[in-house]
């Protein structure tokens, strides 16, 4: 399992220890993962999800992963996100058209 966000992309970043004395270390920014369970009003289930706790109050923020997902970038999320945006926009547009 990579440690990347399924619906930001938000990946791990290396970057330097630097001491007192000047002298640099390789080390690596983890993500803040968590494994969360979403609901999707749309498709009217459960998904479990491994996202960054930014992502997490991101999706709050926009009214719940069916919005969050609509709204957001193919290329930033992972193929599971892909599929469920698929779905919920097919979902929605049928509810739409009846």
């Known amino acids: 399992m990579s440690r990347a966000c399924e619906l930001t ?9 630097v001491s007192h004395a000047n002298n640099k270390t390789k080390r690596r920014f983890l993500p803040n993962l968590c494994d969360v369970t979403l609901q999707s009003e749309a498709l009217g289930q459960n998904v479990r999800l491994r996202i ?14 069916d919005a969050f997902l609509v ?5 930033e999320l992972s193929q599971r996100a892909r599929l469920l945006k698929k779905q919920i926009t097919k979902k929605l547009a049928e509810e739409q058209a009846a």
Do not use: Q
């Open 9 to 17: 992309g938000k990946a791990v970043l290396t970057g330097n220890n």
């Open 52 to 65: 960054t706790a930014h992502a997490l109050r991101s999706v709050e923020h926009r009214g719940g992963l």
């Open 71 to 75: 709204k957001a970038d193919a290329s």
